[in-house]
Structure formats: C-alpha cells, structure tokens
C-alpha cells in the first residue's frame, strides 16, 4: 500500500514537472530550449529570410523577429515543419501567408480582448495599420503567450523592420549545430538563448524543478523507510525459519521475492492509477527509469540487508 502511494505520488510530480516545462515553454514564445540567439550585420531581414530558405542544412525552422521596444510584438518567418503554439481559435500561420502581398496576423487570447471587429473579421492595429487575425493562441494554463503578437512575414510584402531594432530567434524541430548555423549565416553571432545548467543559472532544470525535487528525495526517503520497516517486521520470521531447519539461501529468497513481489504491483498499480489521473505526455520514459531504477536499488539494498540479517543469526 506504501509502495502504490509512493509511485502514485512520484506519477503526479512528473506531471508537475511536465506542466512547469509547458509553460515556461509559452512564456517564451513557445520556443524550445534549443532555440539560438542571432546578431547579424544584416540589416534587411528578408534577404536574411532568403538565406536561410536556401540553405540546404536548415530544412525546417522558425525564427521570430521580436520587436525590441513592442516587447510583444514579433514578425514571424518559417520554412517546413515546425512546432506552432496552442490555438484558442482560428489556425495557425501556414506557407501561403509567408507568399502573401496581404499581412496577416496571430494573437494571444488576452490580446484578442483588443481587436477591431467589424462583421465576422478580427483586425489589430499596427502603427496606424490593420492587420488581420487569422487565429488566437492560449492554451488552459495563463502564460506570456497570452499577451503576444506574431505578425507573418511575407517575401511579397518585405517588413521594414532592421536587424538593430529586433532580437532575433531561430528555433528548429532538428537539433541544430552552432557551427553549422555560423557558416551558413555569413556576418552572424550564434548563441544558444537558454544557457545548459543543471544547478546554477535561472534557467537550471533544478531551480525550475525545486519542489519536485523536493519531492523525490521524499519518495526516496519514503520508499528506504518502508523498506526498513519491512526487514524489522521480518526479522522474528527469519528467526523461525532457522529454527525449523530452513536454509539460508531459501529464506533470503524467500523474503527477497516477497518483497520485489510486493514492491513491483504496488509500483505498478499506484503508476497506473496515476497515470488514468494526470495525462503524461513527454515525460513518460523519465518517470518509468526514476520508478526502475528506485525499484532495482531498493531491491540491491533488501537483499544485502536480509542476507546479513540471516547470516549474523547463524553466529
């Protein structure tokens, strides 16, 4: 019963984590951590788009444009696939809009609050122009994707924005290489937007994870205290398996598949309950190794302990 609460508990922690993951994800643009900073020379930004169409190595990605004093506002430029945010309404950007001589643009639901809405079109208006919405990101969770703005870039309509007013990003679904992006983009300073720490920046995978680590140092903690309340309960069996003649090696096994037995369909049980309660979606095979390995470990620990139990009552 332990063990079932335990796993069940460790279920909803990487939910958590998932969750927490989601939405520092949409506070930044929906951009994922391997998205790249760029600092180019190049001050025409569509002739910078053409490059990286043309690139052979850079087949699918997506780079925003965000406007250094409209801090939610960003151009929006793609190539093939790409991870679009969660849509409210309306679609996404698609290639069409990339070709278009009309601009169109993609909100955040509290952006939409603001829209001019004559008959059944929503337009936003920027720097005296409207701009039609095709659709309204959100998603359940309130995140700064909420308040952006993303205007699609289009080759038949060039921006007049400069390459000194924006911080640009490139993000791809293909892990991309920072020497393969600084020699295809000539004039170009590449670095990585969210630095790799595990413990010290802002950005670290613990800090951003805090009470979920917390929490599985306590599920660890929780499974050796059950495991060491198991070998003090099985401590006076073991002395009356001695006394009926029992060998050792058939009470340590014994014991150790009790034990493993019991361990592995609380684990299991208290897993699939949690996971019918809380939908895991990316972080299913971490929680699966954290669950194994705990369960292999603690196994490892019982078997040395009750073997040394065993063998100290022989003396």
């Known amino acids: 019963m332990v063990i079932l609460l335990l796993t069940f508990f460790t279920t909803f922690l990487f939910f958590k984590m998932q969750e927490k993951d989601l939405i520092t994800k949409l506070d930044n643009h929906n951009l994922s951590e391997n998205a790249y900073v760029l600092k180019t020379k190049e001050q025409n930004l569509d002739n910078y788009n053409t490059t990286l169409v043309n690139s052979k190595k850079i087949s699918d990605f997506q780079i925003h ?86 205007i699609a870039m289009s080759d038949a309509n060039p921006s007049k924005l400069k390459a000194e007013n924006a911080n640009i990003i490139l993000d791809s679904k293909d892990l991309m290489t920072k020497p393969t992006l600084t020699s295809k983009l000539a004039n170009t300073t590449v670095s990585k937007q969210v630095k790799a720490d595990l413990i010290l920046t802002n950005h670290s995978w613990i800090r951003r994870h805090l009470q979920q680590t917390i929490g599985l140092l306590a599920v660890i903690a929780g499974v050796a205290l059950a495991t060491y309340i198991w070998v003090v309960g099985v401590s006076k069996q073991i002395r009356n398996q001695k006394f009926i003649k029992q060998s050792n090696k058939l009470i340590i096994w014994n014991n150790l598949l009790i034990y493993t037995g019991s361990f592995l369909v609380g684990g299991l049980l208290g897993t699939a309950i949690g996971q019918s309660q809380f939908s895991i979606k990316t972080n299913t095979m971490i929680l699966y190794e954290f669950e194994g390995s705990l369960f292999i470990i603690a196994s490892v620990i019982f078997y040395f302990v009750i073997n040394r139990k065993v063998t100290k009552q022989n003396k």
Do not use: W
Not at 72 to 88: D, H, I, L, T
């Open 65 to 150: 444009y965000q406007v250094k004093n409209k801090k939610n506002v960003s151009y929006f430029y793609a190539k093939g696939s790409y991870e679009q945010p969660p849509m409210v309404s309306g679609t996404f950007f698609s290639s069409n809009d990339f070709l278009s001589e009309v601009p169109v643009a993609v909100v955040g639901r509290n952006v939409s609050k603001t829209l001019y809405s004559p008959f059944h079109q929503q337009y936003y208006k920027l720097n005296g122009q409207y701009v039609a919405v095709i659709g309204i990101m959100g998603d359940k969770y309130n995140s700064e994707l909420d308040n952006q703005i993303f």
